[in-house]
């Protein structure tokens, strides 16, 4: 026996009222998926440019020795620089960097205070760089 099922009928109320409450639950359901996607990569995002620090570079110096043993100097950043003795030299900083790296591939550097003392080239140009550090170690 078929049962015939009007239009306005109680089980056929019921039935789009469950199926109606069903899409809207699953509609509230993907909008808050969506807001707390949103708001995770607006965090990321705000993350990114704000909390990641770059190094910086301090002061730039580049030393020129040609074959008759004379010295230039090139200097940003830097106060005065000369030579100390035989292959050595010094430079003065405008400011200490608290943490810091120095870029030097030609010998060994020492910077105390606001000084930094180098090894010279023996003929050629070399560059050194001093680089301020975000993060909280020298080098």
Known sequence: MEKKVDMCDQTTRAWTCRVGLLISVCGVLCLMMFQIWT?????VTQM?????????????????VNA???VTFTGWNVDECQTTSVGRAYCVLYEKP???????AD??????????????PSVGCALLKVWQLPWGDSF
């Open 98 to 104: 608290d943490a810091f790296f120095i870029d030097y």
């Open 68 to 70: 008759s043993s004379n």
């Open 39 to 43: 708001y995770y990569f607006s965090l």
């Open 107 to 120: 010998g060994t550097v020492q910077l105390n205070d606001t000084t930094v003392s180098f090894d010279l």
């Open 48 to 64: 990114d440019t704000l909390a990641f620090a770059a190094p910086e570079i301090k002061a730039v110096v580049k030393t020129c």
